[in-house]
C-alpha cells in the first residue's frame, strides 16, 4: 500500500514536471530558435508516441493473449514490431506538433491554469479508476482500461472548461471584411523568432481567421441554428485534439516510463 | 518485527517526502503561471506604406531600397529638368536673338543716313552742352537692335514656359516614381487591417508625402523663380556692349568724315563764292540764295561721305555688330543656365532631404534592429 501511495506522489510529480515544460513551451515559444524548438517537438513527440506505444502493447498483448497461441506463426506476424512502433511514432510527431502549437498560442491565463490543473487531475483520475476497475479488469489491460476511464473524465472537464473559456472570449467583428482581410488579421499578429515556428503558428492562425469568419457570415444574428451548431462543433473538436494531445503528453506519468513497465519483454 | 516497524517508518518518511515535492512543484507551477506572461517576439521592425490605398509592407532593408530608388529616380528627375531649362532658354534666346539679327540692317540703313547722322550728331551735341545723357547714344543704338520691351517680354514667356514644363516633369516624375515604387512593391502588399483597429507599426502614406513634397517645391520654385528672373532681366544692361561696339566702329567713321567735311568745306567756298555771285542780279535775296547754295553744299559733301563711309566699312560694322550679338548671346545663355540650375539644385538638394525625411522610420528601424542584434534579445 505505501509502494502504490509513493508511486501516486511520484506520478503526480512526474505530471507537474512535465506541466512545467509545457508551461516553459507557453512561455518561451515565441523565442525559441527553430533548432530548440524542433528539441522541445522531439521531447513531446517521444511522450506522446511512447503513451501511444505502451497502449497499443497493451492492447496487442491482451489480444493476442486471448485470440491467438503463443507459439504459432500467426501470432508471431500479429505482435506489432513494426506497425506499433510506427503508429505511436507518426502519432506522437501530429499530436506533439499540435500540442507544440497551441501552447505557444495560448492567450489567456485562465486556459493554462486548466492545463496545468489538468496534470496532476489525471494521475488521480488514473489511481482512482485503476482501484475502481481492479476487481473488474483483468490486471494486464487494467492501464489502458483506466487510461481511458481517467483521460475520458479529465479530458471531458478540461475540455468544457475550455470551450466555456472560448465561449466567454471576445473575437473581433468579421461580418463586414471580406475572407483576405479576416485570415490576414490572425496570421499577421503571429509572430515568433523562429521561422518554421512562425509558419505553424501562422498557419494555425489562419485557420481559426477562416473558421471565425465563416462563422459570423454563415450566423449573423445568434440563435439555435444548425449552422451555429456546426461552428461550435468545429470549435468543439478543435479543443478536443488540443486536450487529447496534452493528455496523451502526460500519459507517460500514468502509464509509467520505459524501466517500469509491466509488459517489458514480453510484447516488445 | 523490527526490521519490519523500520521499514514501515521508512516507506512512510519517503511518501511524506514525495508528497511534500509534489506540493511543492504544483505550487511552483501555480505561481510561475499566475505571475509570468508569455514572452513576446515582435520581429524585425516594419514600416506600413499606404500607396494610392493600397498597404504594403517593408523591413529596414525594403525600405532603405525605396528610398535608394527614390533619391536616384528624382536626381534623374533634376537631370530632366536641368535638359529642359536649357532647352527654353536656348530656343527662347534663339528667337530674341533672330529679331535683333534682323534688325541689323535697318540699324545700318539708319546708321548710314543723313537723318541718322545729324540725329547722332544732335545728341552729341546735347550731351557737349548737358541737354542729354552722355550714354543716350549707346542706349538708342540698342534699342534699335533689341527693343527693351521685347526684352523683358521674352524672359518673362522664358520664365512661363520654364514653369510650366518643370511643373509637367513634376508631375510625369511623380506619376513615373509611383509606378515604380508600386511595381517594386507589388509582393510586399498586405490586406487593410479590421475596422478600427490600428497597426501599431509606424505608417507612411507615400502618395501623399510625395505630392506634399512636389508641391511645396514647385510654390518654393516660382517664389524663387521671380528672383531669377529679376535678375536675368539685368542681363538686359549687357545690350549697350551692342551699342557701344557699333558707336566706337563708328566713331572712327565720323571722325574721319568730320575732317573730311572741313576739308570739303575748305574746297566748297569757292563755289559758294561762285554761287553767290550767280545770285548777285537777284538783288536782296542774293545771301539767302547763297546760304541755300552752301547748305546744298554742305548736305551733298555730308551725303557724299556716308555714301563711302558705308561702302568703305557697311560690312566690317555689320560682323562687329553680330559678335556683339554672338557675345551678348552667349553672356545671357550662361547667366540663365547659372541662374536656373542654382534654382534647380536647390530644388534637388530639398528634395533629396525631404526623401531622407521622409525615410526617417527606416533609418530608425535599422538603428533599433542594430540595438537589438547587440544585445541579443528579441
Not at chain 1, 204 to 221: E, F, H, N, S
Not at chain 2, 20 to 31: E, K, N, R, S
Not at chain 2, 55 to 81: C, K
Not at chain 2, 306 to 331: F, G, M, Q, W
Request: proline letters at 4%.
Amino acid at each position: 500500500m505505501s509502494a502504490v501511495v509513493a508511486s501516486f506522489w511520484r506520478r503526480v510529480l512526474v505530471a507537474i514536471a512535465l506541466a512545467c515544460l509545457a508551461w516553459l513551451v507557453h512561455v518561451f515559444g515565441r523565442v525559441l530558435p527553430d533548432a530548440l524548438a524542433a528539441a522541445v517537438w522531439l521531447v513531446m513527440a517521444a511522450s506522446i508516441g511512447w503513451g501511444i506505444y505502451r497502449r497499443g502493447r497493451i492492447r496487442r498483448d491482451a489480444f493476442l493473449s486471448a485470440y491467438v497461441r503463443a507459439d504459432g506463426r500467426l501470432g508471431r506476424l500479429l505482435r506489432g514490431r513494426l506497425s506499433i512502433p510506427v503508429r505511436a511514432a507518426l502519432g506522437g510527431a501530429v499530436l506533439a506538433l499540435v500540442l507544440l502549437v497551441s501552447l505557444v498560442r495560448i492567450d489567456d491565463r485562465a486556459s493554462f491554469v486548466v492545463l496545468a490543473a489538468g496534470a496532476p487531475a489525471l494521475v488521480l483520475a488514473f489511481a482512482a479508476a485503476s482501484r475502481a476497475l481492479s476487481a473488474q479488469i483483468a490486471r494486464d489491460y487494467l492501464p489502458v482500461a483506466a487510461w481511458r476511464t481517467a483521460a475520458a473524465a479529465v479530458g471531458g472537464l478540461m475540455l468544457a472548461a475550455l470551450v466555456a473559456l472560448s465561449f466567454h472570449a471576445s473575437y473581433p467583428d468579421l461580418a463586414d471584411v471580406d475572407l483576405e482581410r479576416a485570415v490576414w488579421h490572425f496570421v499577421d499578429s503571429e509572430r515568433a523568432r523562429g521561422a518554421i515556428v512562425q509558419i505553424l503558428l501562422q498557419l494555425a492562425a489562419a485557420g481559426d481567421g477562416l473558421r471565425l469568419w465563416l462563422a459570423q457570415q454563415l450566423m449573423p444574428a445568434p440563435g439555435d441554428s444548425m449552422a451555429e451548431a456546426l461552428g461550435w462543433l468545429a470549435v468543439l473538436a478543435e479543443e478536443a485534439v488540443f486536450v487529447w494531445s496534452y493528455l496523451a503528453y502526460l500519459s507517460p506519468a500514468v502509464l509509467g516510463g520505459p524501466t517500469d513497465g509491466s509488459d517489458r519483454g514480453r510484447g516488445a | 518485527m523490527a526490521a519490519t516497524a523500520a521499514a514501515a517508518h521508512n516507506g512512510s518518511r519517503l511518501r511524506i517526502g514525495d508528497a511534500l515535492v509534489a506540493l511543492a512543484a504544483a505550487a511552483a507551477l501555480a505561481w510561475l503561471v499566475m505571475r509570468v506572461e508569455p514572452l513576446d517576439w515582435s520581429g524585425p521592425p516594419e514600416t506600413e506604406i499606404v500607396l494610392d490605398g493600397a498597404r504594403y509592407r517593408l523591413d529596414p532593408d525594403g525600405i532603405r531600397e525605396l528610398e535608394t530608388l527614390s533619391l536616384d529616380y528624382f536626381a534623374a528627375g533634376a537631370n530632366d529638368a536641368r535638359a529642359i531649362v536649357a532647352a527654353e532658354i536656348e530656343g527662347a534666346l534663339d528667337r530674341l536673338f533672330a529679331r535683333a539679327r534682323r534688325n541689323v540692317p535697318a540699324f545700318l540703313d539708319e546708321y548710314y543716313s543723313l537723318r541718322g547722322e545729324y540725329a547722332r550728331a544732335a545728341i552729341s551735341l546735347g550731351a557737349l552742352v548737358g541737354l542729354a545723357e552722355p550714354d543716350k547714344l549707346e542706349a538708342r543704338a540698342a534699342s534699335m537692335l533689341l527693343p527693351e520691351d521685347e526684352w523683358v517680354d521674352a524672359l518673362a514667356r522664358v520664365d512661363t514656359a520654364i514653369a510650366g514644363r518643370l511643373d509637367a516633369n513634376r508631375e510625369r516624375l511623380r506619376a513615373g516614381w509611383l509606378a515604380e515604387i508600386a511595381a517594386r512593391l507589388a509582393h510586399r502588399r498586405v490586406p487593410e487591417p479590421l475596422p478600427g483597429v490600428t497597426s501599431a507599426r509606424p505608417t507612411l502614406v507615400l502618395d501623399e508625402k510625395l505630392a506634399e513634397i512636389l508641391a511645396r517645391e514647385q510654390s518654393a520654385f516660382a517664389t524663387r523663380q521671380t528672383i531669377g528672373a529679376t535678375a536675368a532681366v539685368g542681363a538686359a544692361a549687357l545690350a549697350p556692349v551692342i551699342a557701344r561696339a557699333a558707336t566706337s566702329r563708328g566713331g572712327a567713321a565720323a571722325a574721319a568724315r568730320g575732317a573730311a567735311r572741313i576739308g570739303a568745306a575748305g574746297r566748297v567756298g569757292p563755289a559758294a563764292a561762285g554761287g553767290a555771285a550767280v545770285c548777285a542780279p537777284g538783288g536782296p535775296v542774293a545771301a539767302l540764295c547763297a546760304v541755300l547754295a552752301g547748305a546744298g553744299a554742305w548736305l551733298a559733301t555730308d551725303w557724299a561721305l556716308i555714301e563711302l563711309d558705308e561702302a568703305l566699312h557697311r560690312d566690317a560694322l555689320e560682323r562687329t555688330l553680330h559678335a556683339a550679338l554672338d557675345e551678348l548671346r552667349a553672356r545671357v545663355e550662361a547667366d540663365l543656365a547659372a541662374a536656373y540650375g542654382e534654382l534647380l539644385a536647390r530644388e534637388e538638394v530639398r528634395i533629396e532631404s525631404e526623401i531622407r525625411r521622409t525615410f526617417v522610420p527606416a533609418v530608425a528601424g535599422r538603428e533599433r534592429r542594430a540595438a537589438g542584434d547587440e544585445e541579443g534579445g528579441p
